[in-house]
């Protein structure tokens, strides 16, 4: 089955911050493909869309709802709900993501 993956807002803002600051600390040719293989990960999530894990922040509360897949560092935050995917979150999993999980994702 083929799902249609959307990216929220929220999540653009992620990768547009990714881009920003890799292109102004290294160089905008890594920014371009740090953002390239990013993007392809997402993209993939067009099929087998649950083989991700979910974030262990989110078992600890009894939530199931997330899944997780990585390029490295980077954690995509994201949840199917029927035949679309929703990116949530592009985050830079050498940080401590509980609380931003938290606020992004469980808000009521």
């Known amino acids: 089955m083929k799902y249609k993956v959307r ?26 493909h740090l953002l390239d293989n990013i993007e392809r990960a997402i993209v993939s999530l067009e099929t087998m869309s649950a083989r991700g894990n979910h974030p262990p922040e989110m078992q600890r509360w009894g939530i199931l709802d997330f899944r997780e897949v990585f390029f490295k560092p980077y954690r995509i935050i994201y949840e199917i709900k029927e035949k679309s995917v929703f990116i949530h979150a592009v985050l830079d999993g050498r940080r401590n993501c509980e609380d931003l999980l938290q606020q992004r994702l469980l808000r009521a």
């Open 7 to 32: 990216i929220t807002g929220v999540a653009q803002d992620d990768l547009y911050s990714i881009y920003t600051y890799v292109a102004n600390n290294d160089s905008p040719g890594k920014a371009e």
